[in-house]
């Protein structure tokens, strides 16, 4: 399909969700007219219009944190785009990797993904290392270091290993997310994104 087929609004418009090609995570709503699509088509990597400043704008362009296009989607409507990018870092403004961190509603319960999980642990560990509150247990193993951490990821590997070989599931369960919580520290600690980690494993499912 042409782009010149799509149906841009009044103001010349369409809404481009731009999505995590790897985890499928949303990362923020913009809007392209023509001539960003098109130097977004050009260049790989995502330029949007500014409906506020009135003016064409290439994500990162300042902050660094591109997006490399892998694919553009349109709708049965040939009106709205979901772009999916490898992110070179946040997509927000205000620094996290999504614009859509704010709950407006969540059922009691509510299913979440692995990766919803593992982002939100990532980000509260991340934020924890950046503030340093007071008393939390998180600050507590940054203050003393990466000694006190491999340690506590030695201590819960075991922990792990006797949970299964008692096969006691429960047990289980809570020793291993003790571990990876551990784990997602130690990554914090050596300045390693979890992504990282995902890669090499998405890498070992192809083959």
Request: aromatic content about 8%; charged content about 30%.
């Amino acid at each position: 399909m042409n782009s010149n087929e799509l149906t841009f609004d009044e103001q010349g418009l369409l809404p481009a969700i731009v999505q995590d090609a790897k985890t499928l995570e949303v990362l923020t709503l913009a809007y392209m007219n023509k001539e960003s699509l098109q130097k977004s088509l050009d260049t790989g990597e995502t330029w949007f219009y500014s409906r506020s400043r009135k003016e064409l704008w290439h994500k990162g362009a300042t902050s660094g944190n591109t997006q490399v296009i892998q694919e553009i989607r349109y709708d049965c409507d040939q009106d709205a785009l979901v772009v999916k990018v490898v992110p070179a870092g946040p997509a927000c403004h205000t620094g996290t990797r999504s614009c859509f961190t704010q709950s407006l509603f969540t059922k009691e319960n509510a299913v979440q993904s692995a990766s919803d999980v593992f982002t939100e642990l990532e980000e509260t560990i991340a934020k924890r290392f950046d503030e340093m509150p007071e008393g939390a247990y998180t600050t507590y193993l940054f203050e003393q270091g990466v000694d006190k951490i491999l340690k506590k990821v030695g201590e819960e590997s075991a922990e792990v290993i006797i949970a299964a070989k008692n096969r006691d599931a429960k047990e289980l369960s809570m020793e291993a997310g003790d571990l990876l919580y551990h784990l997602l520290v130690l990554l914090k600690e050596q300045q390693l994104p979890l992504q990282d980690v995902l890669d090499v494993l998405r890498e070992r499912q192809a083959k």
